[in-house]
């Protein structure tokens, strides 16, 4: 009997998976990181409490019901409604909490906001009240509050938003 040598295209063609599935499957067996980009939602669903691993409480990203107003793109200009479930956790001190690709930070009763986006290779940094500062998990990339780069392999500064409390503190506006 003669056997055939089949190359990997073939043979995934012929169990009838494209690329696009082969894909697909990839980055579901990868918890979607392999194929997020640096613009991409919150891994974070809404509605979970997720810890910051190092400090802090993560908080529920997504869309919620206590956003108003641009949170993507070159217009962010957004108001978080302090008192609402998702978001009240903020008002402690030392908690922190991502919209779209944004992390807010209570630093002492100050408000920062920045991007979430490690500049290194686009991982979710997380806040750490121990240190103060921002880690990328991935490679160890560190941040100060003001976004510059603490410790490399990033290069490159975070960016960093406008924040203004209002209503008496019930309030915290973020924009560019």
């Known amino acids: 009997m003669e056997q055939t040598q089949l190359s990997r295209g073939q043979f995934l063609r012929q169990l ?10 990839y980055c579901m067996g990868t918890g979607l990181t392999a194929c997020s980009s640096s613009g991409s939602d919150d891994p974070t669903p809404s509605g979970t409490g997720g810890t910051g691993g190092t400090g802090g409480t993560g908080g529920t990203g997504g869309t919620s019901s206590a956003i108003k107003g641009t949170t993507s793109g070159t217009g ?5 409604d302090l008192t609402h479930a998702d978001y009240n ?3 402690t001190n030392g908690e922190f909490n ?3 690709n ?3 930070v209570n630093s002492g009763g100050a408000y920062v906001a920045l991007s979430k986006v ?9 806040y750490r009240s121990a240190t103060n500062d921002l880690k990328c998990p991935n490679h160890g990339s560190e941040f100060n509050l003001d976004g510059s780069v603490k410790l490399s392999p990033a290069a490159n500064s975070l960016t960093v938003y406008k924040t203004e409390i209002q209503n008496s503190g019930n309030t915290l506006r973020v924009s560019a």
């Open 98 to 100: 991502y919209v779209a």
């Open 76 to 80: 962010i200009d957004f108001t978080i």
């Open 102 to 104: 944004i992390i807010i």
């Open 89 to 91: 956790k903020l008002k």
């Open 118 to 126: 490690c500049t290194h290779e686009g991982s979710t940094v997380a």
């Open 16 to 25: 009838g998976l494209s690329s696009g599935a082969l894909m697909a499957f």
